[in-house]
């Protein structure tokens, strides 16, 4: 469904645009991922709203079957990409599993600032950028998805999430629609 509205108090949550993860190879291309992403900060910052950069620094422990490749993490894969243009009123969230609220201080920052929608983006649609939204979803926030400023190492992934996720969890649509409902 494509977006409606956007609440007064609206946040942006950029999901891992960070040197590592937009190294990975995607279905559609990072950099255009990151232009759309700092499109949409841009737009935020201007109307005062809030901006929520979200870095993974690490994998949640346990076991599992599709263990991360082994090797030395470089020193700035965690590092938020330079694009962004990171500002001191932005909020940083830093995890350590797929989603940007489980063990993390992102609700309370959210709530802080009255929020009670989120606009997510960032890479990968079918691992961060959704479990974020999943969890936002339960945390009773609306939910919108910026289409075009997301992507995913798999395509079959990354439309399964777009065509069948993200519309029962809240509303989809382009940067530039989610930029003009920002007035």
Not at 141 to 163: C, G, P, R
């Amino acid at each position: 469904m494509p977006a409606t509205a956007l609440d007064p108090r609206t946040a942006l949550v950029l999901v891992d645009l960070q040197n590592g993860i937009v190294a990975l190879p995607t279905a559609h291309s990072a950099d255009d991922i990151v232009k759309q992403g700092a499109r949409l900060a841009e737009a935020f910052r201007a109307k005062g709203l809030p901006v929520v950069l979200v870095n993974v620094t690490g994998g949640a422990p346990g076991r599992t079957e599709g263990a991360a490749g082994g090797g030395e993490i470089p020193a700035d894969w965690a590092r938020l990409v330079p694009e962004l243009q990171q500002q001191p009123s932005d909020v940083t969230v830093s995890k350590q599993q797929w989603g940007a609220f489980y063990g993390t201080n992102l609700d309370l920052e959210l709530r802080r600032r009255g929020v009670t929608q989120v606009v997510l983006a960032g890479i990968a649609t079918s691992i961060g950028v959704e479990s974020t939204a999943r969890a936002a979803h339960e945390h009773g926030y609306h939910v919108t998805v910026a289409t075009d400023a997301v992507t995913d190492m798999s395509a079959e992934a990354h439309a399964n999430s777009i065509e069948r996720i993200f519309p029962r969890l809240g509303e989809t649509d382009t940067t530039d629609a989610i930029i003009a409902l920002l007035g």
